[in-house]
């Protein structure tokens, strides 16, 4: 086969029942990784790949890892029931996210493979099961985590580790899960292409300016559609949101502080539940920070804490967005990819 053609989902040997849901989702031909990460998983190969949000990487950890539990189920012996892949997402909203692509892909071999959330999940067990793992999701590569981490990892076990930026963090995690990897460099830009995104940058001379932009934007219906509008801390983010208000433009504010279950409302743009076209974010690098300043609906006791685990522009697949605003600048060039990725 050439170099250049795409190995179809078709030729990597994969069940049927996978391939029937595969079929249903749409998807005509493989993305970039996961015509190489797929055959290589399926070898049995640890992988370390870089793969930008909204790339599709996703499906490629899920597809093998679906494909070696079927075949496990089809041909090894009768064993007990057992967990027997681990996917660890840095926040709720992902856990949430990639649980749902999961169960898409497990539509026609639903019985034989369960997919739970255990980030969402009430039972007492397994939050605090999460809370320890969490140690690690949190990055914190402190020898004490590390050794709890590795404690609950089988002696053999196949892993992969994809992520939209390399850093020290990923590097961490790569001598602790991974053997021996196949580092996957892709031959992509780390933001979508000017097919699907295009990227503008405005000049304001005063933060009323940039206020006053917003407004004529939104106004003059020159943002259209659904717009996520990303802000560098929750007080700037409820601020925004009243200055909006004032002119009757609807809006609402997402981030670590409201419940879980208001958070997926607020997210699930696709469904039409997004009754708001403005949805005012943080990103949660900045949710783990300590906030400055009082908070809504904070009792005379004080904090009501802000939901670490949560994130909004980490890799969330937003469907419908037809625009990202970066409000304040991003704190760094991952913030930027990150955000831009929707
Ligand atoms: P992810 O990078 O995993 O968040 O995926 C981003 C989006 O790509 C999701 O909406 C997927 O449904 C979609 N997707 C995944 N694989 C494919 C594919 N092979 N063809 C088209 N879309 C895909």
Redesign the pocket.
Known sequence: MADSEVLG?QHMGLDQRLLQA?AE???????L??EKAIPLALEGKDLLAR??????????YAIPLLQHLLHRKATGPVVEQAIRGLVLVPTKELAR??QT?IR?LTAYCSRDVRVVDVSASEDFAFQRWVKEIHLVMKLRMEPDSSMLFCSHLPRIYQAFLMSATFNEDVQALKELVLHNPVTLKLQESQLPGPDQLQQFQVVCETEEDKFLLLYALLKLSLLRGKSLLFVNTLERGYRLRLFLEQFSIPACVLNGELPLRSRHYRTDLTSGLGFYDCVIATDEEVLGAPFKGKRRGQGSKGERASDTESGVAR???F?NVTAVLNFDLPPSPEAYIHRAGR
Do not use: L
């Open positions: 989902f595969i989702q749409g998807w005509a031909r493989p993305t990784i996961q793969a930008r949000t909204g790339s599709g990487k996703t499906a490629a996210q990639a692509m898409q890799g969330i697949d469907h």
